[in-house]
């Protein structure tokens, strides 16, 4: 059995309407004219033509070995690409990436999702795309997950720099709940299937690719997802605060290349190819 995304009922994709297009768009416009220290002709041309770009492994949206490095960072090339800037991804652990960022050493972080993490020390653009974080679970479960004392005992996995999802954070502090970090969504997915974690907090279409990848066709029907998702997260390119101008800047570029991209229907052409297994 091959899980099939778009069959999910709860995957969430955005859905914006034209009119907040239009309103984000000339509001950028009208931050160019009336602020003209952060316009694009008062910084040196020659310092914006090639940004580094730190980001992780992250199926299917980022990696090193699909197309494009991943449909996440497709759409953050093609952005940059429609307001004149080329760039160039640097893969690192996800960790790292945003302690290296909040350094001032990457130009942007390709994407990020949730905030807690990030807010003190970055900006977050608008949303590239949107997935449903879901609780992975084994087929029979039956602990309740939304009852704290149900969680005693119990483990979950999470990706080593990922933070315990809220609903889930007073079952931790009360001491119910152990987490278990790892580096990878398949090193997860095995420890689910052989019973060495109960439970696992992860994007739907990552979860549905790691177990794809990881579990034989006659072993995927032991691992599903909650129906109830644990929220609908926004991924977001991160700019660190600690080059405030530049990073402003880019940030205005970047959404406006987004929002010409997504006008034109690029953004949905290019996340139902990577539904359909084209970025592979």
Not at 20 to 42: E, G, R
């Amino acid at each position: 059995m091959i899980f099939n995304r778009a069959d999910y009922p709860c995957t969430i994709e955005m859905r914006y309407e034209k009119t907040i297009y239009l309103l984000v768009f000339f509001t950028f416009i009208l931050s160019l004219t009336f602020h003209p220290k952060t316009s694009w002709a008062s910084q040196d041309p020659a310092s914006l033509d090639s940004l580094v770009i730190g980001t992780g492994e992250w199926k299917p949206y980022h990696s090193q070995t699909l197309k494009h490095f991943g449909v996440g960072n497709h759409i953050v090339k093609q952005a940059f690409k429609a307001v004149g800037l080329e760039v160039k991804f640097v893969f690192q652990p996800w960790k790292r990436i945003l302690n290296t960022s909040t350094e001032g050493k990457f130009d942007a972080v390709s994407a990020w999702g949730g905030y807690d993490n990030w807010i003190d020390t970055h900006y977050a653009s608008d949303p590239l795309y949107s997935g449903t974080f879901v609780l992975w679970v084994r087929r029979g479960a039956t602990f309740n997950w939304k009852n704290p004392k149900e969680l005693k005992g119990l483990k979950l996995g999470l990706l080593i720099g990922e933070i315990i999802p809220v609903k889930l954070q007073q079952a931790y502090d009360q001491g119910f709940l152990q987490v278990d970090y790892v580096s990878t969504n398949e090193q997860n997915i095995k420890k689910l299937f052989f019973k060495r974690i109960d439970m696992l907090a992860l994007n739907y279409d990552a979860g549905i690719d790691a177990i794809n990848k990881t579990l034989s066709a006659s072993q995927r029907d032991e691992i599903v997802a909650h129906p109830d998702s644990l929220r609908v997260s926004f991924y977001r390119l991160l700019f660190n605060r600690k080059n405030k101008q530049k990073s402003i800047l880019l940030m205005e570029r970047f959404n406006a290349g987004l929002y010409y991209l997504r006008s034109k229907g690029h953004i949905r052409k290019m996340l139902d190819a990577s539904k359909r297994g084209e970025y592979q």
